[in-house]
């Protein structure tokens, strides 16, 4: 990244001869190449290439941000982005953070593929078709597929301030999706499934399609059930937005605006003390991983929750530096064009006091419940008082065994309840975008119907 090394030291200069008191540029660019078979044959493929960069400044007590994708417009996003910090709201809190202070010593991530990094599209649609076989030859009931899709990408940042931080990276990724569609007489029934990786070798193209096929085919002929109080097996990926919604909590952004139920329970147990809350910057071969965040600070591998017991939330410059504490690089932008906020890597559930067993255990465990293998609504989770209601199909749990599909119910409980009441995790681990777990038998519950 020579030319964007040049760029970033020019544009600095430029903001400091401006009036800015310290400044910040950081540049992001990505190719990428998708591809969507239908019938064998390619639906679409698509590439696509884009480089921007965003400027932020401090100045007269003030924060600024301006961004393009045009290099030539530097001069005039330094320009406003120090007239914003002028005229703008001052924000005594991000004046007091300031920038990080660097140098950091970066840690090298195996995060780069070259394989992915060619940006095949004759290689793509090849991976795509594989997924979509996947789903079709798994049963004869898969009439449909939507959206078999396959996707390579390279990425690379650069970030640098005026305080000595400076840092850049390369970084590869692959994924594959497809929602399938499994019809019995008048029953239709869809599954979703999902993988990535940095490496193309990660992503297993025609399992993703057999396990949308599977989750379909489970939920032919649901029915409805009784009203209950019972133990349930949670399947993994749902596990995985669950602990998306508690990630939320766990962002010290949202504890100081009074947003999160976790306010005030630093070394306090809030979930099952047989785990630990893991996020992780540092992991091979994760899309979520990177040596630094996007203010520059340096990652880690950091223990949020232990044994079930609050170790802490994570934080950004901004959020640090109002707790006294420092940054634990979790500093991450929604968009180029927006200043820092909070947010987790790679974060995942591990099991602190136990070996995990497989599904037909936990199964044996709850002994009569409910496998729950979809959930709607988990966006209406309240993180503030963690109340929920969200609406369940999957299988009955009869007699330790996964019995008949069941539809059209409501779990109700509080998020930190339900994670306080796991008693045993699957061994299926896996990360289903930036959050990890494995199925887990928790309750008892109440179920309505």
Do not use: C
């Amino acid at each position: 990244m020579r030319i964007e090394t040049d760029f970033a030291e020019s544009a600095l200069d430029m903001a400091l001869k401006g009036g800015a008191e310290s400044a910040e540029i950081f540049i992001k660019s990505r190719a990428g190449v998708s591809a969507e078979s239908k019938g064998g044959a390619p639906e679409s493929v698509k590439s696509s290439e884009d480089l921007a960069y965003a400027i932020r400044v401090f100045a007269g007590g003030g924060t600024g941000l301006s961004y393009s994708t045009r290099k030539e417009d530097a001069a005039e996003v330094v320009r406003a982005a120090i007239e914003s910090a002028r005229h703008t709201y001052k924000d005594a809190a991000s004046a007091e953070a300031g920038l990080p202070e660097g140098p950091f010593e970066y840690t090298e991530i195996d995060i780069y593929d070259s394989e992915a990094a060619q940006l095949d599209s004759k290689l793509v649609f090849e991976k795509a078709r594989e997924v979509e076989l996947g789903a079709t030859s798994a049963d004869p009931r898969i009439k449909n597929i939507r959206s078999a899709t396959a996707s390579f990408s390279v990425s690379e940042a650069l970030i640098m301030n005026t305080k000595g931080v400076a840092g850049s990276y390369s970084a590869t990724s692959a994924s594959a999706q497809v929602m399938a569609v499994a019809e019995e007489g008048a029953d239709t029934q869809m599954g979703w499934d999902f993988q990535n990786s940095s490496y193309l070798a990660g992503v297993n193209f025609a399992e993703v399609g057999r396990k949308a096929a599977g989750r379909a085919l489970e939920l032919l002929g649901a029915g409805r059930t009784t009203p209950s109080k019972a133990m349930i097996v949670i399947e993994a990926p749902i596990m995985a937005e669950l602990l998306e919604v508690l990630s939320s909590m766990l962002s010290a952004e949202a504890v100081q605006k009074g947003k999160s139920l976790l306010a005030g329970k630093l070394g306090q147990k809030i979930i099952s003390p047989m785990l630990n809350i893991i996020d992780d910057g540092l992991m091979a071969r994760r899309p979520g991983s990177r040596p630094f965040d996007d203010e520059g600070v340096a990652v880690s591998r950091k223990a949020l929750v232990k044994n079930g017991v609050l170790q802490g939330y994570m934080h950004n410059s901004k959020t640090a530096a109002k707790d006294k504490i420092k940054s634990t690089g979790n500093g991450v932008r929604p968009s180029i064009m927006a200043f820092p906020g909070v947010g987790p890597l790679n974060i995942y559930l591990e099991n602190a006091s136990s070996q995990p067993v497989s599904k037909n255990s936990l199964f044996s465990q709850a002994g009569n419940g409910v496998y729950i293998t979809n959930a709607m609504g988990m966006h209406t989770i309240n993180p503030i008082s963690g109340e929920f209601s969200i609406g369940i199909s999957g299988l009955l749990i009869e007699g330790g065994k996964a019995g008949r599909p069941v539809k059209e119910m409501v779990v109700s409980g509080n998020v930190l309840d339900l994670f306080a009441s796991i008693v045993a995790l699957g061994d299926d681990f896996r990360f289903y975008g930036e959050a990890g777990s494995s199925s887990a038998l928790a309750g008892p519950v109440d179920i309505s119907a």
